[in-house]
């Protein structure tokens, strides 16, 4: 009983990993490791550098076949209230393979240059490559012969954009997106069940305060997403603190409480986090633990983030500094 339970619980999560794939670039906690560009076009070019970000991470480490993504992100300044940003991403679930890219825009303007209020707008390019890979597929005993439609890797390729608004006075920030706001074109004849309509609401919120006497910042935040589609939505609740050492290096370490929200009492997965930055380098690492029944198949959720940060000093302009001191 309790191995179909946990094979009924597999293919219920490996379904919606699959219909959600192409929606959204697949988010852990990358955006937490002070990369708030992963969610967000508006973030490029703020910040006082050049910041380079590579991710991995490995979801439910001990099931074969589990999700696995690497991604990288880079953003940087062009003049003084300009950033531009390049995102690139490779995802396997399964038999299912994505990769792409975004290319971002971000423009900063100042509504008020002394209380430090802030305004940004964001448009990013999205190209996704979807497969499916049928290479793996085998009918087995009771089905030695495969489906006779299913003839080639059904390889989509499909063009969007995303467009999203920033606002920031002092160490707060308030960040609305939109992804994937045109339908896809589907072959309806072929993919019957696949959703046409991949357009996603994201708000991201939150404060860093701290620092002042005893070189200690605080960053609680919230993270909400909302799937045009279905309606579905989720929540991250998250808590950050970082420790200054001498100029901008820190350690630093939070936690992400993520659930659905007709769910709250009920968690997706409880994550904590560490790293730090020395210099021109950055570090972080993330565990999700899992609290469903895949608890007692797998050793959670693994996140890896490697990073660098040069050219400091590019720009002067105030608004385009990171609210990170």
Known sequence: MQIRKFII????????????????????????????????????GIGDNVKLRVNGFTQWVGINDAPDNQSFYGDVRIGDRTGTGLSVYNDRNGNTLQAGFKISFAHHIILDYYSKQYLSFGLSYNLNSFKINIHNFEGGYENPALDPFVTD???????????????????FFLSFN??????????????????NLLLNYQIYSGITFGKKYGKVEFEPSVYYQMFSSDRRSSTD??????????????????????????????????GP????????????????????????????????????????????????QSPIH
């Open 273 to 320: 986090m560490v790293g730090f930055q020395k210099k021109m380098f950055y570090f972080g690492y993330a565990y999700q633990i899992t609290t469903n029944e895949l608890a007692a198949y797998n050793s959670g959720t693994h996140s890896i983030t490697l990073g660098i940060n040069f050219l400091q000093g590019i720009s002067n302009c105030p608004c385009t």
């Open 237 to 270: 609740l998250n808590f950050k603190v970082r420790k200054y050492s001498r100029g901008e290096d820190y350690i630093w370490g939070g936690v992400s409480y993520r659930f659905l929200n007709d769910q709250l009492l009920k968690p997706l997965g409880i």
């Open 9 to 44: 619980s597999l293919v219920l999560l490996v379904v919606v990993k699959s219909y959600g794939q192409e929606l959204n670039l697949p988010v852990f906690t990358q955006y937490l490791a002070d990369n708030n560009f992963v969610l967000s076009p508006t973030f490029a």
């Open 153 to 171: 890797d059904r390889r989509t390729t499909n063009h969007n954009f995303d467009v999203g608004l920033l606002y920031r006075n002092k160490g």
């Open 178 to 195: 939109a992804n994937n706001i045109l339908p896809k074109d589907i072959d309806e004849a072929i993919r019957t069940l696949e959703p």
